[in-house]
């Protein structure tokens, strides 16, 4: 399958969202004049990691259905596992344990010691190590060392349903068109406003499992649909137009909703989450100027790194506002203004280093493990096959296996799903 450029894009403006929405106290005491002005749009921040759940389902669809989905295969599943822990694995633990060494810092260090301490156990290490923290707790707060790392447990357990939900929509596409595929993504993406608005609240009791399970599928129904598209390029213009329309019109539902709360309902913006499947969709398959926008080096750039700048921001913030108490510093603007820029240029520098000197490397050496035995079986196949040998080349169709092995690496890493 192709990359979808866009869709790379648009995890670094999910991943910048949710950044945002931690940092915004202190964008506030830099700026009361963008508290006045953006305050619908940071406050609704949280729900980046909504719009990741179905980039998530919808780019590992992309990948690997064709793969995963003919039959169950063991062996398929336990492959396809391996390259997502190389994919979150490097990053999780790193910022894990440095997540771990600041609380323990902060014990010997200073007299303001982490709200986190009375975590820092060994049933809950083996827990973050596992990514399964979240799994044992109701509510998602203060359940991982790093905050933001409570969504890759809910993603972790999403992709261990994968495995099954691959051969389920696999047959389910088969048999279905593209407008009952683009239904069912719909009602699968509806339990988290229900919930929204039963309660009037995003954050209830297990809140987050809804969240990761709906989303997720909501995204892979979508991109089964998508597969069945046929465009020509009036269709892809029109989507790419609606994408821009899909953007503006929940910019403007959250101003609205922050104006005009829904009557009881605390958490009134959580309901354009709805537009987040149709967003996806309309940025895979559009073209014009915000697929082209995404889609450009520099921000292609920003969501190979957006995974790094997500996981790392939170300990970049804990760390500055244990400074603030500990050497009491006052925020005044001139303070504030350079303080907010500082970090957030802190959190992207750090996000950089991270992933060429980590999450890449390490990613290509995990994957080099489960690689070299296809390129092993390939070239037994082709020792053993007949062949005729015609002077320097080779006759016959025994080199296919290394070719198809080839393509396979090219697939597996085309698109990188969101965490």
Request: hydrophobic fraction near 55%; aromatic fraction near 12%.
């Amino acid at each position: 399958m192709p990359t979808i450029r866009a869709l790379t894009g648009l995890r670094i403006v999910a991943a910048l969202w949710v950044v945002l929405f931690h940092f915004r106290p202190l964008i506030w005491q830099a700026s009361p004049r963008l508290e006045d002005d953006l305050a619908p749009l940071f406050d609704a921040g949280a729900q980046g990691v909504d719009l990741f759940f179905i980039l998530s389902g919808f780019v590992l669809t992309w990948n690997y259905l064709d793969r995963m989905g003919p039959c169950w295969s063991t062996r398929a599943s336990l492959h396809f596992l391996w390259l997502r822990l190389s994919r979150v694995l490097p990053i999780y633990l790193v910022t894990m344990h440095i997540a771990a060494a600041w609380i323990i810092f902060t014990l010997h260090v200073g007299d303001v010691p982490s709200p986190d301490a009375d975590k820092l156990t060994a049933i809950n290490y083996v827990r973050q190590l596992f990514m399964v923290q979240l799994w044992f707790e109701p509510f998602f707060d203060r359940t991982s060392w790093d905050g933001p790392a409570w969504s890759i447990s809910a993603e972790w357990l999403a992709y261990l349903v994968f495995c099954v939900l691959a051969v389920v929509i696999f047959r389910i596409a088969a048999v279905s068109r593209a407008r009952t595929l683009f239904m069912l993504a719909f009602l699968a993406a509806l339990p988290p406003t229900v919930l929204l608005l039963g309660s009037g609240v995003l954050y209830t009791p297990w809140s987050w499992l809804p969240r990761i399970i709906a989303q997720f599928i909501a995204g892979a129904l979508a991109c089964a649909a998508v597969r069945r598209l046929r465009l020509g390029d009036t269709a892809r213009r029109g989507a790419g137009y609606l994408s821009v329309l899909l953007v503006l019109t929940m910019v403007a539902l959250l101003y609205y909703f922050d104006a005009r709360p829904v009557a009881g309902m605390v958490d009134s913006g959580g309901l354009v989450a709805l537009m987040f499947m149709p967003l996806v969709v309309t940025l895979a398959i559009g073209v014009g100027v915000l697929p082209t926008l995404l889609s450009t080096r520099l921000l292609v750039y920003g969501g190979q790194i957006s995974f790094s700048l997500y996981m790392i921001h939170e300990p970049v913030h804990t760390a500055w506002n244990w400074a603030v108490q500990q050497y009491t510093i006052v925020m005044e603007k001139p303070v504030a203004k350079l303080a907010v820029v500082g970090l957030i240029a802190a959190a992207i520098g750090a996000a950089m280093l991270l992933y060429h000197l980590v999450e890449e490397p390490i990613r290509r050496w995990m994957r080099r493990m489960v690689d070299f035995r296809e390129i092993n079986a390939a070239t037994k196949t082709t020792a053993g096959a007949d062949r005729v040998d015609n002077g320097d080349k080779v006759v016959g169709t025994s080199a296919q296996p290394l070719e198809d092995a080839g393509k396979a690496r090219q697939v597996q890493t085309s698109v990188r799903a969101g965490s």
